[in-house]
């Protein structure tokens, strides 16, 4: 009977890939195989072969999880930082200038790192929020926000403009 190896993930599924029928054979030969000098590195790569899928099958995993995590973060920085001007993507005081993708594309910010500039260094009626904005008329005279959490921001605001600005409960918080 063939025996399954089984990869499971922390998440909520986990795949099941069957040996061949020789396998154990084929393990217990490659030593041999490459002590007599007449190995190849083939039987290197069948010892590999399973930990390698099980490390690639637990990274491909594992990466929508970090993404939902970083989306998570940034619902809670624009929460805090810029849902007085930015509710559900618009904009009280510059009604032309929303987080609608229209208007991103319109003021050539649409990308996350456009987005990121605007946030750290402030544009017109936008002030900036980075540690190292300047002039200071220009930047925000409350709390300023580190570099990670201003990409953090970026990231969802490109994430909501692109879905349309669903609702920020959406991703759980």
Known sequence: MRQPL?????????????????????????????????????GVMERLATPLVAATAILALSAPVAYGQSISNGA????????????????????????????????????????YDITYYGKG????????????GQC??????????IKLLAEFVKAQADRGWPKIESYGD
């Open 6 to 42: 089984c990869l499971v993930s922390t998440c909520c599924n986990s795949s099941c890939f069957f040996r061949p029928k020789d396998w154990s054979k084929r393990r217990e030969a490659a030593p041999l195989r490459q002590e007599q000098g007449g190995g190849t590195p083939g």
């Open 76 to 115: 809670a920085l624009f929460q805090k930082a810029c849902i007085g001007c930015h509710d559900m993507g618009g904009n009280l005081l510059q009604p032309g200038a929303t987080l609608f993708m229209k208007d991103l594309q319109r003021n050539g910010v649409a990308t996350e790192e456009g987005i």
């Open 125 to 136: 009626r936008m002030p900036g929020f980075g540690e190292r904005c300047t002039p200071r």
């Open 140 to 149: 925000t005279f409350g709390p300023r926000l580190q570099e990670d959490e």
